[in-house]
């Protein structure tokens, strides 16, 4: 589903996300770099820069669909649509998830970003499990 209307925000200091009926949008700070999840039934990225300038698709093909998005300093971190895991990647080096070995394969309901680490909350997004409020931390090179 194409993108109706963008607005781009002055400089900020740390990351944040915006909802929008049809996209999470997520910032990277010193970047002026924004990325989305399209709602459109694929939930592929979708990224554009400060001058409305926006990815190609196929740059993020090696991402699987994301149920959740954020973004930190120079990366980014989603929650897997088909099995909840974490997934990290940073922004102009695609190719590698970034998540530990220790946490790959573990399924998480939420996932929140700092500047250089990532901490998720155990549980499946979309269902309810019986493993699941526990924190898992971890941090980025």
Do not use: R
């Not at 269902?127 to 898992?136: E, Q």
């Amino acid at each position: 589903m194409p993108l109706q209307k963008c607005y781009f925000l002055p400089p900020i200091s740390s990351f944040f996300i915006v909802v929008f009926s049809l996209l999470f949008v997520t910032a990277f700070e010193e970047n002026e770099f924004f990325c989305a999840i399209d709602a459109g039934g694929d939930q592929q990225i979708i990224c554009w820069d400060k001058t409305n300038k926006i990815s190609s698709v196929s740059i993020f093909d090696f991402v699987p669909s994301m149920a959740s998005l954020s973004g930190g300093k120079g990366f980014l971190c989603g929650i897997t649509a088909n099995n909840s895991q974490a997934f990290c990647w940073e922004l102009f080096d695609f190719g590698i998830n970034l998540v530990p070995k220790t946490f790959k394969y573990n399924s998480y309901s939420q996932i929140a970003i700092g500047k250089s680490h990532v901490c998720a909350i155990k549980g499946s997004y979309f269902l309810s499990s019986n493993d699941f409020g526990n924190v898992d931390c971890w941090e980025l090179d």
